[in-house]
């Protein structure tokens, strides 16, 4: 496995791969969600890249840039084990140079859902992603639903620019207690991790209701908030029912796929979380 620091160097490596190239983004500290990722492209094609890269253009600026877990040396012996081929790891002086000033906006999916509380985001989040394309042209890659405005953003901005990439979105990973698995789970204290399963019980108890025939949008929001509410440790940003492709919020779910997602604070952790429901959810 070789581990890469510039882009001179990413970029001769990718030169020298002839057949498919299958690329996964990550900022690190590494768990199991990654690693689901990096098995299925290892499985689809002939290299595997790994990017880990802290994008600080996503970060707004009381946000956690600066505490961001950093555990590369075991997330090199994780990537060696599940057969990566190539860890690209830029520093931030490499992916942004003093003069850089090119930005990439997607449109309406990036003004709803997490925006409001995270301005900004997503256009550091399309730019790196595009930028971090642009050097390691891969045939496909792999985006975990846990973000799964992150990835509607990254579809929409493949289609709009003709990236040419596949986008092959990877099913949620959680703890056995329904917990989604995140790099941010560590800051959690001992009462704030029990706290935490109050999402996947917040979003179960709306799959249930579903399952059970309710529809009203305004009737499993308000669901969500309540199972959310009786955990003291939770504050809830926000909850959303929205259409699965566009993220527009919905009255009602008839005959479609809509993703309920919610971002919660516990402590002064702040977790997302979300499920699919109806047609293929
Ligand atoms: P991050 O390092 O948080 O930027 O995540 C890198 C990639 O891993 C993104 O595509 C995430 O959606 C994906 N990912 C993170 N956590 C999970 C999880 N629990 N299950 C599946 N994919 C995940």
Not at 95 to 110: A, S
Request: with cysteine; glycine share 6%; aromatic share 6%.
């Amino acid at each position: 496995m070789l581990t890469i620091k510039t882009i001179a160097e990413m970029r001769k490596t990718r030169r020298e791969m002839a057949s498919s190239v299958g690329f996964i983004p990550t900022m690190g500290a590494l768990h199991e969600g990654h690693l689901s990722l990096v098995r299925r492209a290892r499985a689809e094609n002939d290299n595997v890249v790994v990017s880990i890269f802290v994008n600080p253009s996503q970060f707004g600026p009381n946000e956690d840039l600066a505490k961001y877990p950093r555990t590369p040396d075991t997330d090199l012996a994780s990537l060696q084990a599940e057969g990566a081929d190539v860890v690209f790891m830029p520093d931030a002086g490499e992916m942004y140079p003093d003069d850089f000033d090119t930005w990439v906006e997607v449109g309406k999916v990036t003004e709803r859902l997490e925006s409001a509380s995270r301005p900004g985001h997503f256009r550091g989040v399309a730019t790196v992603v595009a930028v971090l394309f642009n050097i390691v042209r891969p045939d496909r890659a792999y985006f975990g639903r846990k973000d799964a405005q992150q990835l509607a953003v990254v579809q929409k901005m493949v289609r709009d620019l003709n990236m040419g990439v596949e986008i092959v979105p990877m099913p949620m990973v959680r703890e056995k207690d329904g917990l989604a698995m995140s790099s941010r789970n560590a800051y959690l204290s001992p009462d704030e991790r029990r706290a935490a399963k109050v999402l996947w019980q917040a979003l179960s108890t709306c799959r249930a209701m579903y399952e059970d025939g309710i529809r009203d949008a305004s009737t499993l929001r308000q669901a969500v908030e309540r199972a959310i509410a009786r955990e003291p440790f939770a504050k809830l940003d926000y909850v959303s029912i929205a259409d699965a492709e566009t993220l527009d919020e919905l009255d009602s779910i008839e005959n479609r796929e809509a993703l309920v997602s919610l971002a919660v604070y516990v402590g002064n952790t702040r977790l997302i979380d979300n499920v699919t429901l109806g047609e293929n959810g």
